[in-house]
């Protein structure tokens, strides 16, 4: 695969960029075109590489891309997955170089979606075309591509239902993770589940001067904060009542396995520039964050926050609220869960409303399994080195899903890297990754 | 004149409008040229209704406009202070007709700055212009109308000190307060003060994805709230040290007295539409914004704040905090014990910064006075019933300033009411009471 990189490098630079340029944010109405031009410009893709058939099917909501090729009935069937959204680009004025127009720095790409998940899921593409015309192919691929993961994959389940024959397969292979570093590959043999609500806290029912109502009238900012803050106790405890009754408690023996993949605390606080870490007590950072659930504040607003001193009471505060879940938390139990208690701890004088907004479980795949020894075999030939099994802190909802409704377990290959800052501005992915993911994934062919 | 309100109506109702057209939001750079629009238009008036001269002044910022009419060097001097710049309009989709195109709906004005403070200090030109024209003025009359009170009056106490001479009086009035209600006028004897400052809270350096780090890095938004929920104890104490050390309590009987203020509960909580109140334990509402301090949230910022669900950890949060002073606490203590209290309380795993953005401090008024005397007697003619002495929850922290460096008391016979609602949405002002309120000063002159 190497010397076909080396061959066909500038072709694939424009087939990226060319999915790279297209807007493609699913939460956002106003990219709607957008959305239906990259599905069908991989479409495209598909076919090029070697697809006997490639069509854009309508859910929904966004389109989702379905392709295949055909070996032999009998053959082993590998079904790809990934997503050709992305996230928002604001802050936009922090970004160094427009989000949508894709150029290479350094030895990275810079766009939004270079990495999650357009790059990763490109690389699938090529090693695939590399198999079809250089390799002799001898699985059945077929390739499953959303457009709606970053907003929770609400069209997906109900879709893969409804076409559950076409996508048969022994394995979903999936790069859409991270690494634990440059030089520590690593395979994802889990994933945190999510449950993400939005809350609202209304006080009085208009805006206030706050010097004429200020200390008799409950500001809503200040009580969402109280609220906010008691989710969370001093020992980084989620206070939600039965938050913890479903989580797996990991044996001793396994936690000592996790506490082999290398990590080095100074590196990753100096890396993210804080003095310190927090989290919950009694576990390591990445225990903290691959087998235990959190609760973070994605977003606040409330009042005045221009430019100057407005002296006001608002009448309104917000937030977005999501909890990452481990096995077994159960999503739509711990939102109801997360809404009951939000709902209770609400004081008289203000009003309260909890939204769930979206939501997946977590999943689990077996080390011993077929699929992992492939690709573990696969990365250790390209990276020297052989891959940590690791925990994933992020949620890839949709996994579960599939894995329940299809029955099938996927597999995590995942090339990224925390450099890459993927859902922030100037996020990246370095070719040199880009390159060893495509050979990764060809030799995953070979041993599968 | 009241026959001479109904003579002149609707050239008052143009003349007052023309003022209200004008966008004066002192907070918003980009209407500079409407300060000065708004200065010059005051200037004409000012020059209509009588006055010898009238002109604009620099300042370090907004214009001041400063006008008078000399009777005799021997009679005594009344200064008219106003403000012509107003709050900004957000939310501005909250209004029911445009906040800058006046319109009259149900015996209201409504604009922005329809009461604070146009309409306000409109009243004072146009009783001034009566005086001259019809009622044989026996006082000088001195205005000084400031651009710059919604944003702290940052260079009027300059200027003012610049022009001490000039200013020479023997009361300042000023109408920018409000009544306890429609049937309750009432004179403010007290004001409080305000230290207003801006908060940030950094943790990583950069947006994080919360998959991948949540329940291992500090969260700047979860961190502030903590920070802002511990700043108020669960009695409404303020935790701040020091906060309380000048505060002036009360004895129990000007608390009795202050406590004959007609005030019901029940109508103020359904004008609210909140089931409680909250406020600081062991005093009652009328208290809690007339002689007690507080702290409020007066916007808060961070994160995803757009629609869907972004699942970002993000890097900073902001909020905008301000506490209301009552006498004997020093404005600029008050901010520094702040600052120094909220980098105290930071803990290690963020960055804090505090910004001091205005403030100014409380004062008060003895009742026994000539001048309240005489506002005293003017609005029982008009209102039929003794006005009741009152304290106001909000600032002008400016007038604490005048006070001092011109060493007069300030008279705050105020007009406007609750359900004006200013510095929100839907500003308005009585019709009513805007010729109530020149009614009154016109018969101030007469008594005073």
Same mark, same amino acid.
């Given at each position: 695969m190497k010397t076909y990189i080396e061959a066909n490098k500038e072709r694939f630079f424009e087939e990226l960029f060319s999915l790279l340029r297209i807007p493609s944010i699913s939460s956002s109405p106003e990219n709607r075109p957008d959305m239906v031009r990259c599905a069908e410009r991989l479409v495209e893709l598909l076919k090029e590489a070697g697809a006997d058939e490639a069509a854009v099917y309508q859910t929904d909501g966004h389109p989702v891309v379905f392709g295949r090729k055909t070996v032999s009935p009998d053959a082993p069937t590998v079904l790809v997955y990934g997503h050709y959204d992305v996230q928002p680009?604001?802050?936009?004025?922090?970004?160094?170089?427009?989000?949508?127009?894709p150029e290479i720095r350094d030895g990275a790409i810079y766009a939004r979606g270079a990495n999650d998940d357009k790059g990763q899921l490109f690389m699938h593409i090529k090693a695939f075309e590399f198999m079809v015309r250089e390799a002799g192919l001898r699985h059945n691929v077929k390739f499953i591509l959303e457009g709606e993961e970053e907003i929770g994959s609400p069209s997906l389940a109900k879709w893969a239902k409804e076409h559950k024959d076409m996508l048969a397969a022994d394995i979903i292979l999936v790069s859409d993770t991270t690494m634990i570093s440059e030089s520590v590959p690593s395979i994802n043999c889990g994933m945190r589940g999510l449950s993400y609500v939005e809350v609202k806290v209304t006080g009085p029912d208009k805006d206030l001067h706050s010097g004429h109502y200020g200390g008799a009238v409950a500001n809503p900012i200040n009580v969402l904060c109280d609220m906010i803050s008691s989710?969370?106790?001093?020992?980084?405890?989620? !206070?939600?009542?039965?938050?913890?009754?479903d989580v797996v408690e990991l044996s001793a023996e396994d936690r000592a396995k996790l506490a082999r993949a290398p990590f080095d605390l100074e590196e990753y606080k100096s890396f993210l520039n804080i003095k310190e870490v927090k989290g919950e007590?009694?576990?390591t950072t990445l225990e903290r964050t691959g087998i235990r659930p959190c609760l973070d504040v994605n977003g606040i607003w409330g009042g005045f926050t221009g430019e100057g001193s407005k002296t006001v009471l608002p009448s309104e505060a917000h937030a977005k609220i999501s909890m990452r879940l481990v096995p077994n938390q159960d999503s739509e139990t711990i939102t109801r869960l997360f809404c009951e208690h939000f709902r209770a701890i609400a004081p008289d004088y203000v009003k309260v409303e909890v939204k769930p907004c979206h939501g997946g479980d977590g999943f689990l795949i077996p080390i011993s399994s077929e699929a992992y020894q492939a690709a573990s075999k696969a990365m250790t030939e390209v990276y020297g080195i052989e891959p940590v099994p690791s925990r994933g802190g992020?949620?890839?909802p949709i996994l579960a899903d599939l894995q329940r409704i299809l029955g099938i377990d996927p597999l995590l290959m995942g090339f990224g890297?925390?450099?890459? !800052?993927?859902?922030?501005?100037?996020e990246s992915y370095l070719l040199k990754q880009l390159f060893a993911g495509m050979e990764s994934i060809a030799l995953f062919y070979r041993y599968y």
């Open positions: 680009v604001d802050p936009v004025e922090l970004w160094h170089s427009a989000p949508f127009e989710l969370i106790d001093k020992d980084g405890h989620i !206070t939600v009542k039965g938050f913890y009754d007590k009694g576990y992020g949620s890839i890297l925390e450099r890459d !800052t993927i859902h922030s501005p100037n």
